[in-house]
């Protein structure tokens, strides 16, 4: 008897899910919303409650959530009912989640969260069940299929739980505005934390590669060889007017023959620069933005004398650190 192979039965498993998912995005529509506002308008925190793989998945969401501004807790249901109510405050707003929303610890805690006061929120395969009756606002997560061949075992049921608690997680972020720095944060500790703490004052070198307008060709080379960054900042006197970069170089040379070519003839008056008290993140962002390699670091914003320069290679280094 012939069996399929492995790699082809998950490749069926994930246009299953994909295509019950797809169908599950279309169901989304202005009462997703309203979750979302009320949970960014909340007072107190959001609670999520769940058992077995759906409060895995509840302890998921509480996690992303709280890492990313809303402030939210996960209480396993079965818990609740034996004093972990007591962790429910009366401007919170509580979540369960329950694929069949029938479940005995599902419905048996609903009577006390109502005699709470709180407000609730169903996430739920079955917007007919007792759970989604009893609850202010309902987000479905029902599929028709699992991916499991029997049909028991929750696959594509609990993706579905996932991607509904990925798509909250993202849309309160935008709502709160939250940032890289906001991130680093709440994650200060960690390979991520490090990264996005590290400011480009810790990794710049403050060795500038620095010739006057008036230097000649040879010069300007031996400058920019010297210092292993593929550049050198132009001065007039004390005051930085441009900026000559390896292709500056190039295209000078190929173009002139002499080698009296001062650097006020070859530089770009423009360059980048960023503060010293920036992020490394911000510093790849802007690098990124304008093709660039290496950025000039002032003392702050409003200051402009130059006190070092940033690279990617710096950047690229530190994070070759953490990864190692």
């Known amino acids: 008897m012939s069996r399929k192979p492995y790699f082809e039965r998950a490749k069926e498993v994930f246009a299953l899910e994909i295509k019950e998912l797809?169908?599950?995005?279309?169901t989304l529509d202005e009462h997703f919303n309203k979750v979302v506002e009320e949970i960014y308008a909340c007072e107190g925190k959001l609670v999520i409650m769940g058992i077995g793989k759906t409060g895995i998945i509840g302890h998921k969401m509480a996690a992303s959530l709280a890492s990313t501004g809303t402030p939210a807790i996960f209480i396993n249901v079965a818990e609740a009912m034996h004093g972990d109510l007591g962790m429910v405050g009366k401007n919170d707003i509580v979540m369960l989640v329950s694929n069949s929303g029938s479940t005995n610890e599902i419905v048996n805690v609903i009577a006390p969260l109502r005699?709470?006061?709180?407000?609730?929120?169903?996430?739920?395969?079955?917007?007919?069940?007792?759970?989604?009756?009893?609850?202010?606002?309902?987000?479905?997560?029902?599929?028709d299929n699992e991916a499991c061949p029997l049909g028991l075992a929750p696959t594509t049921s609990t993706t579905a739980t996932t991607l509904m608690g990925d798509a909250l997680v993202v849309c309160l972020m935008e709502k709160r505005h939250f940032k890289e720095d906001n991130f680093a944060i709440y994650h200060p500790g960690g390979a991520l934390g490090e990264h996005l703490t590290a400011y480009v004052k810790n990794k710049m070198t403050i060795n500038v590669p620095k010739v006057s307008v008036n230097s000649y060709l040879k010069e300007i080379v031996r400058e920019i060889s010297d210092k292993h960054l593929g550049m050198t900042m132009v001065?007039?006197?004390?005051?930085?007017?441009?900026?000559?970069?390896d292709g500056d170089l190039r295209r000078?040379?190929?173009?002139?023959?002499?080698l009296q070519i001062t650097a006020q003839q070859i530089m770009t008056p423009s360059y980048k620069s960023i503060s010293q008290d920036a992020l490394l993140s911000d510093a790849l962002a802007m690098m990124d933005q304008y093709d660039i390699t290496t950025l000039a670091v002032t003392q702050n914003k409003q200051l402009k004398e130059i006190i070092g320069i940033i690279?990617?290679?710096?950047?690229?280094?530190?994070q070759k650190e953490k990864q190692g």
């Open 252 to 258: 000078a040379i190929e173009k002139n023959d002499s």
């Open 22 to 26: 797809q169908k599950l995005s279309d």
């Open 115 to 143: 005699n709470m006061g709180v407000k609730l929120i169903a996430m739920t395969g079955n917007v007919t069940s007792r759970l989604a009756k009893e609850s202010d606002w309902v987000l479905p997560i029902h599929i």
């Open 235 to 245: 001065f007039d006197g004390d005051t930085c007017v441009g900026i000559i970069t």
């Open 311 to 318: 690279s990617i290679h710096h950047i690229i280094d530190f």
